[in-house]
T-cell receptor, first 112, second 114 residues
């Protein structure tokens, strides 16, 4: 059974700090790992990672995948209050459709 | 309509009642999904459909049914609601030519069964 574990479950930091969120996984026939940000309602897409060692970057957010050790990290530098959200990690198996297995998420709170 | 529309936004339902959650997309995506999100458990797949006319069971299908009569609509039915079905339900769709990159989520339906 596919499995995704995220840590920490919750994190509270001050504005301006840098945070690292972790995601480890077990999946048969790995295809991709995805990060989403969920504020009040629908998750919104951040990154898709398919290859080890290649950093994806978008502004203050970056992510990298290690397919040998089966984990990914999401870094947020110079955090802002708008970064407060639940961050979800999901993996996709290569079975010809896009069913995702999600972790339980990390709740990030940024204190002004 | 832009993206995925779910209805209702929220609902309080008496146990034992039948309820259909509606989901409509206008992106012509082939694949559609229903997830439930519960505190501490994350998003779990209930049912999915890879294309119109086909459906499949996800991780937690018991007590739910779906149909996919056309590309745009993917309703989720609770035949006889129970309190353990209290949850936030998300419908999603994806372009089956890609991967999870093409996932789009609806805004969710918050269902409370009492």
């Amino acid at each position: 059974e596919d499995k995704v574990v995220q840590s920490p479950l919750s994190l509270v930091v001050h504005e301006g700090d840098t945070v690292t969120l972790n995601c480890s996984y077990e999946v048969t026939n790995f295809r991709s790992l995805l990060w989403y940000k969920q504020e009040k309602k629908a998750p919104t897409f951040l990154f898709m990672l398919t290859s080890s060692g290649i950093e994806k970057k978008s502004g203050r957010l970056s992510s990298i995948l290690d397919k040998k050790e089966l984990f990914s990290i999401l870094n947020i530098t110079a955090t802002q209050t708008g970064d407060s959200a639940v961050y979800l990690c999901a993996v996709e198996a290569n079975f010809g459709n896009e069913k995702l297995t999600f972790g339980t998420g990390t709740r990030l709170t940024i204190i002004p | 309509i832009a993206g995925i529309t779910q209805a209702p936004t929220s609902q309080i339902l008496a146990a034992g009642r039948r309820m259909t959650l509606r989901c409509t997309q206008d992106m012509r995506h082939n694949a559609m999904y229903w997830y439930r999100q519960d505190l501490g458990l994350g998003l779990r797949l209930i049912h999915y459909s890879n294309t119109a006319g086909t459906t499949g069971k996800g991780e937690v299908p018991d007590g739910y049914s779906v149909s996919r009569a056309n590309t745009d609509d993917f309703p989720l039915t609770l035949a006889s609601a129970v309190p353990s079905q209290t949850s936030v339900y998300f419908c999603a769709s994806s372009d089956s030519t890609g991967s999870g990159y093409g996932y789009t989520f609806g805004s969710g339906t918050r269902l409370t069964v009492v």
